[in-house]
Protein backbone atom coordinates (compact mmCIF):
# COMPACT_ATOMS: atom_id res chain seq x y z
CA UNK A 1 0.00 0.00 0.00
CA UNK A 2 1.13 3.44 -0.93
CA UNK A 3 0.49 4.81 3.12
CA UNK A 4 3.55 2.57 3.93
CA UNK A 5 5.65 5.74 2.15
CA UNK A 6 3.97 7.52 4.75
CA UNK A 7 4.58 7.92 8.49
CA UNK A 8 1.45 10.14 9.36
CA UNK A 9 -0.37 6.86 8.73
CA UNK A 10 1.39 5.08 10.37
CA UNK A 11 0.98 7.38 14.00
CA UNK A 12 -2.43 8.01 12.72
CA UNK A 13 -5.96 6.26 12.48
CA UNK A 14 -7.40 9.23 10.95
CA UNK A 15 -9.17 8.75 7.68
CA UNK A 16 -6.96 11.67 6.11
CA UNK A 17 -9.40 13.21 3.08
CA UNK A 18 -7.96 16.48 3.35
CA UNK A 19 -5.25 16.90 0.19
CA UNK A 20 -6.47 19.64 -1.71
CA UNK A 21 -5.68 21.93 1.93
CA UNK A 22 -2.10 20.06 2.22
CA UNK A 23 -0.80 16.59 1.59
CA UNK A 24 1.00 14.53 4.09
CA UNK A 25 4.62 13.24 3.70
CA UNK A 26 6.70 10.53 2.24
CA UNK A 27 9.54 9.60 5.01
CA UNK A 28 12.25 10.21 2.36
CA UNK A 29 11.38 13.84 2.49
CA UNK A 30 11.38 14.26 6.21
CA UNK A 31 14.75 12.24 6.17
CA UNK A 32 16.14 14.78 3.78
CA UNK A 33 14.74 17.22 5.91
CA UNK A 34 16.22 16.08 8.95
CA UNK A 35 19.92 15.22 7.79
CA UNK A 36 20.73 18.73 6.40
CA UNK A 37 19.43 20.26 9.74
CA UNK A 38 21.80 17.40 11.34
CA UNK A 39 24.28 16.42 8.72
CA UNK A 40 25.26 19.88 6.94
CA UNK A 41 23.35 22.41 8.14
CA UNK A 42 25.00 25.87 6.01
CA UNK A 43 23.94 28.76 4.35
CA UNK A 44 23.67 28.43 0.50
CA UNK A 45 25.14 30.85 -1.91
CA UNK A 46 27.82 32.31 0.26
CA UNK A 47 30.46 30.17 2.35
CA UNK A 48 32.92 27.99 0.46
CA UNK A 49 33.59 25.35 3.15
CA UNK A 50 32.50 21.88 3.13
CA UNK A 51 28.91 22.05 4.07
CA UNK A 52 28.37 25.19 2.78
CA UNK A 53 29.27 23.97 -0.66
CA UNK A 54 26.89 20.57 -0.38
CA UNK A 55 23.77 22.78 0.81
CA UNK A 56 24.35 24.40 -2.11
CA UNK A 57 25.15 22.18 -4.81
CA UNK A 58 21.80 20.41 -2.94
CA UNK A 59 19.63 23.46 -2.88
CA UNK A 60 20.64 23.75 -6.69
CA UNK A 61 19.62 20.06 -7.04
CA UNK A 62 16.37 20.66 -6.50
CA UNK A 63 16.40 23.40 -8.76
CA UNK A 64 17.35 21.33 -11.81
CA UNK A 65 15.01 18.70 -10.67
CA UNK A 66 12.10 20.60 -10.80
CA UNK A 67 13.04 22.07 -14.11
CA UNK A 68 13.12 18.63 -15.33
CA UNK A 69 10.05 17.58 -13.65
CA UNK A 70 7.97 20.40 -15.16
CA UNK A 71 10.39 20.63 -18.96
CA UNK A 72 11.45 24.07 -18.37
CA UNK A 73 14.36 24.64 -20.98
CA UNK A 74 16.20 26.36 -18.13
CA UNK A 75 17.14 26.08 -14.91
CA UNK A 76 17.32 29.80 -14.17
CA UNK A 77 13.46 29.91 -15.62
CA UNK A 78 12.74 28.64 -11.99
CA UNK A 79 12.83 30.86 -9.03
CA UNK A 80 12.09 29.65 -5.24
CA UNK A 81 9.37 31.22 -3.43
CA UNK A 82 7.25 30.42 -0.66
CA UNK A 83 4.57 28.63 -2.59
CA UNK A 84 1.57 29.57 -4.89
CA UNK A 85 0.24 32.16 -3.09
CA UNK A 86 3.40 34.17 -3.17
CA UNK A 87 4.59 33.12 -6.22
CA UNK A 88 1.45 35.14 -7.74
CA UNK A 89 2.47 38.03 -5.87
CA UNK A 90 5.46 38.55 -6.84
CA UNK A 91 4.32 38.30 -11.06
CA UNK A 92 1.49 41.15 -9.87
CA UNK A 93 4.13 42.99 -8.20
CA UNK A 94 7.19 42.93 -10.12
CA UNK A 95 5.61 42.37 -13.85
CA UNK A 96 1.47 43.07 -14.34
CA UNK A 97 1.24 45.96 -11.83
CA UNK A 98 2.68 48.47 -14.64
CA UNK A 99 2.35 46.09 -17.36
CA UNK A 100 -1.54 44.98 -17.53
CA UNK A 101 -4.77 47.40 -17.17
CA UNK A 102 -7.02 43.84 -17.48
CA UNK A 103 -6.36 40.77 -16.08
CA UNK A 104 -8.62 37.51 -17.26
CA UNK A 105 -9.61 34.77 -14.52
CA UNK A 106 -11.73 32.18 -14.44
CA UNK A 107 -14.99 31.82 -12.28
CA UNK A 108 -13.05 29.33 -9.93
CA UNK A 109 -10.24 31.35 -8.36
CA UNK A 110 -8.92 30.92 -4.79
CA UNK A 111 -9.04 33.84 -3.03
CA UNK A 112 -5.12 34.14 -3.68
CA UNK A 113 -5.89 34.20 -7.76
CA UNK A 114 -8.14 37.18 -7.09
CA UNK A 115 -7.12 39.67 -3.98
CA UNK A 116 -3.73 40.56 -5.24
CA UNK A 117 -5.23 41.76 -8.18
CA UNK A 118 -7.52 43.99 -6.73
CA UNK A 119 -4.98 45.04 -4.15
CA UNK A 120 -2.78 46.21 -7.17
CA UNK A 121 -6.18 48.10 -8.45
CA UNK A 122 -5.39 45.62 -11.54
CA UNK A 123 -9.57 45.49 -12.90
CA UNK A 124 -10.21 41.42 -14.33
CA UNK A 125 -12.64 40.22 -16.24
CA UNK A 126 -14.10 36.73 -15.15
CA UNK A 127 -14.77 33.91 -17.66
CA UNK A 128 -18.00 32.00 -17.47
CA UNK A 129 -18.62 28.75 -16.33
CA UNK A 130 -21.59 26.19 -16.97
CA UNK A 131 -23.41 24.39 -15.23
CA UNK A 132 -21.38 21.62 -14.97
CA UNK A 133 -19.10 24.44 -13.70
CA UNK A 134 -16.58 24.09 -16.93
CA UNK A 135 -14.79 26.55 -18.75
CA UNK A 136 -16.74 28.92 -21.12
CA UNK A 137 -14.41 29.09 -23.87
CA UNK A 138 -16.69 31.21 -26.15
CA UNK A 139 -17.10 33.88 -23.09
CA UNK A 140 -13.55 33.50 -22.98
CA UNK A 141 -12.36 34.50 -26.41
CA UNK A 142 -14.84 37.26 -26.53
CA UNK A 143 -13.56 38.79 -23.62
CA UNK A 144 -9.87 38.72 -25.19
CA UNK A 145 -11.12 39.71 -28.28
CA UNK A 146 -12.53 43.21 -26.20
CA UNK A 147 -9.17 43.08 -24.16
CA UNK A 148 -6.07 41.76 -26.20
CA UNK A 149 -2.72 41.82 -25.09
CA UNK A 150 -4.12 41.41 -21.50
CA UNK A 151 -3.21 38.88 -18.91
CA UNK A 152 -5.11 35.48 -18.42
CA UNK A 153 -4.58 34.10 -14.78
CA UNK A 154 -6.17 30.84 -13.90
CA UNK A 155 -6.22 27.93 -11.64
CA UNK A 156 -4.89 24.64 -13.49
CA UNK A 157 -7.48 22.54 -10.79
CA UNK A 158 -10.10 24.20 -8.79
CA UNK A 159 -9.25 23.66 -5.39
CA UNK A 160 -12.84 23.42 -4.30
CA UNK A 161 -14.69 21.52 -7.16
CA UNK A 162 -11.86 19.58 -8.89
CA UNK A 163 -12.45 20.99 -12.19
CA UNK A 164 -9.39 20.58 -14.69
CA UNK A 165 -9.10 23.94 -16.95
CA UNK A 166 -8.00 22.87 -20.49
CA UNK A 167 -4.38 24.69 -19.92
CA UNK A 168 -3.42 23.93 -23.57
CA UNK A 169 -6.60 25.71 -25.36
CA UNK A 170 -6.73 28.37 -22.93
CA UNK A 171 -3.05 29.47 -23.59
CA UNK A 172 -3.55 28.82 -27.58
CA UNK A 173 -6.55 31.16 -27.55
CA UNK A 174 -4.83 33.87 -24.94
CA UNK A 175 -1.62 33.98 -27.37
CA UNK A 176 -3.63 34.05 -30.49
CA UNK A 177 -4.36 38.00 -28.95
CA UNK A 178 -1.53 38.56 -27.58
CA UNK A 179 -2.02 38.05 -23.56
CA UNK A 180 -0.18 36.47 -21.33
CA UNK A 181 -0.74 33.35 -19.45
CA UNK A 182 -0.22 32.59 -15.43
CA UNK A 183 -1.06 29.13 -14.70
CA UNK A 184 -1.98 28.44 -10.64
CA UNK A 185 -0.71 24.78 -10.24
CA UNK A 186 -1.60 25.01 -6.50
CA UNK A 187 -3.78 21.46 -7.42
CA UNK A 188 -2.10 20.11 -10.59
CA UNK A 189 1.54 19.10 -9.92
CA UNK A 190 0.11 16.35 -7.26
CA UNK A 191 -2.29 14.63 -9.95
CA UNK A 192 -0.95 15.10 -13.60
CA UNK A 193 2.07 16.16 -15.35
CA UNK A 194 2.71 19.32 -16.37
CA UNK A 195 4.88 20.26 -19.15
CA UNK A 196 5.11 24.15 -19.51
CA UNK A 197 7.04 23.85 -23.24
CA UNK A 198 3.76 21.70 -24.20
CA UNK A 199 1.99 23.81 -22.67
CA UNK A 200 3.37 26.85 -23.71
CA UNK A 201 2.59 28.63 -20.16
CA UNK A 202 4.08 31.99 -19.87
CA UNK A 203 4.43 31.81 -16.13
CA UNK A 204 3.57 28.80 -13.45
CA UNK A 205 3.29 29.42 -9.57
CA UNK A 206 3.94 25.78 -7.91
CA UNK A 207 3.51 24.68 -4.26
CA UNK A 208 5.43 21.89 -2.53
CA UNK A 209 3.24 21.44 0.32
CA UNK A 210 0.51 20.31 -2.14
CA UNK A 211 2.96 18.29 -3.67
CA UNK A 212 4.20 15.60 -0.87
CA UNK A 213 6.68 18.43 0.04
CA UNK A 214 7.31 20.65 3.18
CA UNK A 215 5.74 23.59 3.71
CA UNK A 216 6.48 27.06 3.17
CA UNK A 217 8.12 26.30 0.18
CA UNK A 218 7.27 26.91 -4.05
CA UNK A 219 8.62 28.37 -7.30
CA UNK A 220 7.61 30.46 -10.48
CA UNK A 221 8.39 29.30 -13.38
CA UNK A 222 8.64 31.92 -15.78
CA UNK A 223 9.31 31.47 -19.66
CA UNK A 224 12.93 32.98 -20.26
CA UNK A 225 12.00 35.52 -22.74
CA UNK A 226 10.33 37.04 -20.04
CA UNK A 227 12.96 37.36 -17.68
CA UNK A 228 14.09 40.63 -18.27
CA UNK A 229 10.96 42.29 -18.25
CA UNK A 230 10.56 41.19 -14.18
CA UNK A 231 11.79 43.37 -11.24
CA UNK A 232 13.00 42.36 -7.76
CA UNK A 233 10.36 41.41 -5.86
CA UNK A 234 13.00 41.84 -2.91
CA UNK A 235 16.63 42.86 -2.83
CA UNK A 236 19.79 42.29 -0.46
CA UNK A 237 21.84 39.12 0.73
CA UNK A 238 23.09 36.78 -2.23
CA UNK A 239 21.18 38.55 -5.06
CA UNK A 240 23.99 41.43 -5.47
CA UNK A 241 27.05 41.33 -8.32
CA UNK A 242 28.13 44.69 -6.96
CA UNK A 243 27.20 47.66 -4.59
CA UNK A 244 28.77 50.39 -3.91
CA UNK A 245 27.19 53.97 -2.07
CA UNK A 246 26.38 54.59 -5.35
CA UNK A 247 24.77 51.84 -7.32
CA UNK A 248 24.39 47.99 -6.97
CA UNK A 249 24.30 45.71 -9.93
CA UNK A 250 22.25 42.72 -9.52
CA UNK A 251 22.83 38.74 -10.42
CA UNK A 252 21.11 37.44 -13.01
CA UNK A 253 17.92 35.52 -12.47
CA UNK A 254 17.31 33.29 -10.71
CA UNK A 255 19.72 34.61 -7.71
CA UNK A 256 18.33 38.16 -8.05
CA UNK A 257 14.84 37.08 -7.08
CA UNK A 258 16.00 35.30 -4.25
CA UNK A 259 16.72 37.70 -1.43
CA UNK A 260 18.27 36.50 1.75
CA UNK A 261 18.42 32.92 3.32
CA UNK A 262 16.14 31.02 1.72
CA UNK A 263 14.04 27.67 3.25
CA UNK A 264 17.26 25.42 2.89
CA UNK A 265 15.78 22.67 4.52
CA UNK A 266 12.22 22.74 2.53
CA UNK A 267 13.56 23.62 -1.14
CA UNK A 268 16.01 20.34 -0.38
CA UNK A 269 12.90 18.38 0.98
CA UNK A 270 11.01 19.75 -1.83
CA UNK A 271 13.43 18.14 -4.47
CA UNK A 272 13.49 14.62 -2.50
CA UNK A 273 9.42 15.15 -3.22
CA UNK A 274 9.64 15.57 -6.63
CA UNK A 275 11.92 12.85 -7.02
CA UNK A 276 9.83 10.42 -4.99
CA UNK A 277 6.57 11.49 -7.41
CA UNK A 278 8.82 10.57 -10.58
CA UNK A 279 10.02 7.29 -8.77
CA UNK A 280 6.14 6.26 -8.30
CA UNK A 281 5.37 7.48 -12.18
CA UNK A 282 2.27 9.76 -13.25
CA UNK A 283 0.90 6.95 -14.54
CA UNK A 284 0.35 4.81 -11.41
CA UNK A 285 -0.47 7.96 -9.56
CA UNK A 286 -3.51 8.52 -12.25
CA UNK A 287 -4.44 5.31 -12.28
CA UNK A 288 -5.12 4.77 -8.85
CA UNK A 289 -6.42 8.39 -8.14
CA UNK A 290 -9.12 7.77 -11.02
CA UNK A 291 -10.15 4.98 -9.19
CA UNK A 292 -10.77 6.04 -5.44
CA UNK A 293 -12.43 9.45 -7.35
CA UNK A 294 -14.97 7.37 -9.23
CA UNK A 295 -15.78 5.11 -6.71
CA UNK A 296 -16.23 8.17 -4.22
CA UNK A 297 -18.84 9.98 -6.30
CA UNK A 298 -20.42 6.71 -6.87
CA UNK A 299 -20.80 6.10 -2.97
CA UNK A 300 -21.50 9.63 -2.16
CA UNK A 301 -24.53 9.63 -5.17
CA UNK A 302 -25.65 6.54 -3.13
CA UNK A 303 -26.96 8.96 0.00
CA UNK A 304 -30.57 10.37 0.46
CA UNK A 305 -30.38 14.40 -0.54
CA UNK A 306 -27.23 14.55 -1.43
CA UNK A 307 -26.12 17.79 -3.74
CA UNK A 308 -23.69 18.18 -6.21
CA UNK A 309 -22.71 21.25 -8.24
CA UNK A 310 -20.57 19.27 -10.84
CA UNK A 311 -19.92 15.67 -12.05
CA UNK A 312 -16.84 14.09 -12.15
CA UNK A 313 -16.33 14.77 -15.94
CA UNK A 314 -12.97 16.69 -16.33
CA UNK A 315 -12.06 16.56 -12.92
CA UNK A 316 -9.81 15.10 -10.05
CA UNK A 317 -8.78 15.23 -6.92
CA UNK A 318 -11.83 17.54 -4.80
CA UNK A 319 -15.49 16.67 -5.11
CA UNK A 320 -17.74 18.98 -3.43
CA UNK A 321 -20.87 18.47 -2.01
CA UNK A 322 -23.96 19.02 0.72
CA UNK A 323 -26.69 17.38 2.12
CA UNK A 324 -29.94 19.32 1.64
CA UNK A 325 -31.09 21.35 5.00
CA UNK A 326 -27.93 20.65 6.53
CA UNK A 327 -25.36 22.64 7.44
CA UNK A 328 -22.17 21.82 5.71
CA UNK A 329 -19.95 22.90 8.72
CA UNK A 330 -22.46 21.13 11.34
CA UNK A 331 -21.70 17.64 9.04
CA UNK A 332 -17.36 18.47 9.14
CA UNK A 333 -17.77 18.81 13.54
CA UNK A 334 -19.49 15.37 13.61
CA UNK A 335 -17.59 13.17 11.65
CA UNK A 336 -13.83 14.62 12.78
CA UNK A 337 -15.49 13.21 15.78
CA UNK A 338 -15.27 10.08 14.10
CA UNK A 339 -12.01 10.39 12.64
CA UNK A 340 -12.75 11.88 9.16
CA UNK A 341 -10.75 14.96 8.08
CA UNK A 342 -12.41 17.00 5.30
CA UNK A 343 -12.83 20.51 4.88
CA UNK A 344 -16.26 22.05 4.83
CA UNK A 345 -16.66 25.79 4.24
CA UNK A 346 -16.00 28.04 1.16
CA UNK A 347 -12.34 26.78 0.51
CA UNK A 348 -10.81 30.03 -0.32
CA UNK A 349 -13.12 30.80 -2.62
CA UNK A 350 -16.00 32.88 -2.00
CA UNK A 351 -17.06 34.31 -5.14
CA UNK A 352 -18.30 31.01 -7.01
CA UNK A 353 -19.96 29.85 -3.80
CA UNK A 354 -21.81 32.92 -3.47
CA UNK A 355 -22.64 32.27 -7.58
CA UNK A 356 -23.96 29.17 -6.36
CA UNK A 357 -26.02 31.10 -3.98
CA UNK A 358 -24.21 28.84 -0.65
CA UNK A 359 -21.86 29.85 1.74
CA UNK A 360 -19.85 26.54 1.24
CA UNK A 361 -19.90 23.05 0.50
CA UNK A 362 -18.36 19.85 2.38
CA UNK A 363 -15.29 19.16 0.03
CA UNK A 364 -13.70 15.70 0.51
CA UNK A 365 -10.06 16.20 -1.84
CA UNK A 366 -8.22 12.45 -2.15
CA UNK A 367 -4.53 11.64 -3.22
CA UNK A 368 -2.96 8.68 -4.50
CA UNK A 369 -2.69 6.86 -1.10
CA UNK A 370 -5.97 6.71 0.11
CA UNK A 371 -8.11 3.85 -0.33
CA UNK A 372 -11.64 2.19 -1.23
CA UNK A 373 -11.34 1.47 2.71
CA UNK A 374 -11.18 4.99 3.69
CA UNK A 375 -14.25 6.36 1.34
CA UNK A 376 -16.31 3.37 2.94
CA UNK A 377 -15.16 4.86 6.49
CA UNK A 378 -16.38 8.29 5.77
CA UNK A 379 -19.53 6.88 3.75
CA UNK A 380 -20.59 5.41 7.43
CA UNK A 381 -19.76 8.65 9.30
CA UNK A 382 -21.78 11.29 7.21
CA UNK A 383 -24.72 8.31 7.19
CA UNK A 384 -24.33 8.91 11.16
CA UNK A 385 -23.98 12.44 11.18
CA UNK A 386 -27.13 13.09 8.78
CA UNK A 387 -29.03 10.83 10.91
CA UNK A 388 -27.72 12.75 13.88
CA UNK A 389 -28.43 16.13 12.56
CA UNK A 390 -32.03 15.38 11.16
CA UNK A 391 -33.37 13.98 14.20
Not at 69 to 96: C, D, L, P, W
Not at 342 to 362: F, V
Amino acid sequence: MYKDYFPYFKNSNIVYLDNAATTQKPQVVIDEIVNYYSSYCSNTHRSNHGNANKATQNYEHTREVLKKFINAKEKHEIIFTKGVTESINFIVNSYAKNRFKKVIISSLEHHSNIVPWQIANIDFEVVKCNENLDFDYEDFENILKENPNALVSITHISNAFGKIHGIKRITNLAHKYGAKVLVDGAQSLTHKKTDVQDLDIDFLAISSHKTFGPTGVGAIYIKENLLNDILPYQTGGATINDVTYERSILLDSPFKFEAGTQNIAGVIGFGKAIEFIEELGYENIEKKEIEIYTYLYEELSKIDDIIFYSDIKNSIGSLSFNIKNIMAEDVGILVDKMSIALRCGHHCAQPIMKSLGIEGTIRVSIAFYNEKEDIDKLIIALKKAITMLKD
